[in-house]
């Protein structure tokens, strides 16, 4: 089985520790990949050629470069990427018509809340494979 690959933009790093931790509890071959700028992770899309990730979770909040902007930004560059590539916005605030707002804009379906939980990342991946989760 092919893993399940996410590329995930967020510039704290004591919220990445505990996603890798989280996904250490499912029993899926999952690739995720940690970015902690926009500008990074734009960068790593550059190197995929045309192997895209299945997922890619945005913070909202991030320096020089949003996570909507991002989003839009990839979507703009890489439009093989947005066919194939589910796109969800990650943030400690509380929802706002802004965010759903940005989110219709650019076709985002989903929003999760930080810090990221189990039932987050089980609903994410109950979308993408029969497999069960433990």
Known sequence: MKPISILIIE????SNFFTQNLIKHFRLPIDVH????SEA????LETRDTEFPDYILSDIHLPMIDGFTFIELVQ?????LSLNTEFQIMTTNRFSQFYQEKMNALNIQKFLHKPLQVKHFKSLLLNSTPVSIA
Not at 11 to 14: G, T
Not at 34 to 37: A, L
Not at 76 to 80: A, K
């Open 11 to 14: 510039d704290n790093e004591l």
């Open 34 to 37: 940690f970015e902690t700028s």
């Open 41 to 44: 992770g734009l960068g790593y």
């Open 76 to 80: 703009d560059s890489f439009p093989l």
